[in-house]
Every structure is written in structure tokens, then in C-alpha cells.
């Protein structure tokens, strides 16, 4: 049974720094996608970054450059979302979420191809 649990949220001011994380467990596939999503208010869920178990990333045109996807070197079962140079925009529920298999170039983005989600965590930006 896999489980993922998000942590780290909270509030900053625009231009600050914060650092998700994603506890995962139960998850037995070699090869599996994992990424951050997220969801404002009236908003559809979009996808923030991906990181494929061969430790290929991806990441939205909005958050590159900004933000970087990272497991934990001695725990890989830790997935990061580290965001720098928040700007209001970025303001949501940022969820971690998994599935079998290869990112995929254009599948990573894509929230119905994952079947493991986290609870979310608010983060808020003024």
C-alpha cells in the first residue's frame, strides 16, 4: 500500500524560499515517476516538476529556473520540491504524487496518469 505524505508548507513573502517534502513508502516498482502538482483556488491541478527513477526531471515553463525536484541522497523514499523566488502566483496546495513507470516527456504533467497522491500542503505567498 503505498503512501505519500507532504510536508513543509507555509506562508512567505514574495521572493522567499521553501522546501517540500514527500514521505513515500510501501512504493516496490523499479521503475516509477514521481512529482509536484499543484492547485489554486478555482484552478485546475497542474504539474510543477517530475522526477523519473533514473533521476531525469521535468519541470513547468513557470517554475523553471526557480525550482528544483531532488530526492534525499540517503533516503530516496524523500522526494523534495525546493522553491526558490516565490512569487504570488505560485500560491497553492502542492501535492506529491506517484505511478508505475517512466515520467514520460508529456505524461508527467498529466495528473490523471498518476495513482498515488499525498494529502496536499498549503503554501502561501504575500
Known amino acids: 500500500h503505498v503512501q505519500l505524505v507532504e510536508s513543509g508548507g507555509g506562508s512567505v513573502q514574495a521572493g522567499g524560499s521553501l522546501r517540500l517534502s514527500c514521505a513515500a513508502s510501501g512504493y516496490t516498482d523499479s521503475r516509477y515517476c514521481m512529482g509536484w502538482f499543484r492547485q489554486a483556488p478555482g484552478k485546475e491541478r497542474e504539474g510543477v516538476a517530475g522526477l523519473d527513477s533514473d533521476g531525469s526531471t521535468s519541470y513547468a515553463d513557470s517554475v523553471k529556473g526557480r525550482f528544483t525536484i531532488s530526492r534525499d541522497k540517503m533516503n530516496e523514499n524523500t522526494l523534495y520540491l525546493q522553491m526558490n523566488d516565490l512569487k504570488v502566483e505560485d500560491a497553492a496546495t502542492y501535492y506529491c504524487?506517484?505511478?508505475?513507470?517512466?515520467?514520460?516527456?508529456?505524461?508527467?504533467?498529466?495528473?490523471?496518469?498518476?495513482?498515488?497522491w499525498g494529502q496536499g500542503t498549503q503554501v502561501t505567498v504575500s
Open positions: 504524487a506517484a505511478k508505475n513507470g517512466p515520467c514520460g516527456s508529456v505524461s508527467w504533467r498529466a495528473a490523471d496518469t498518476y495513482n498515488h
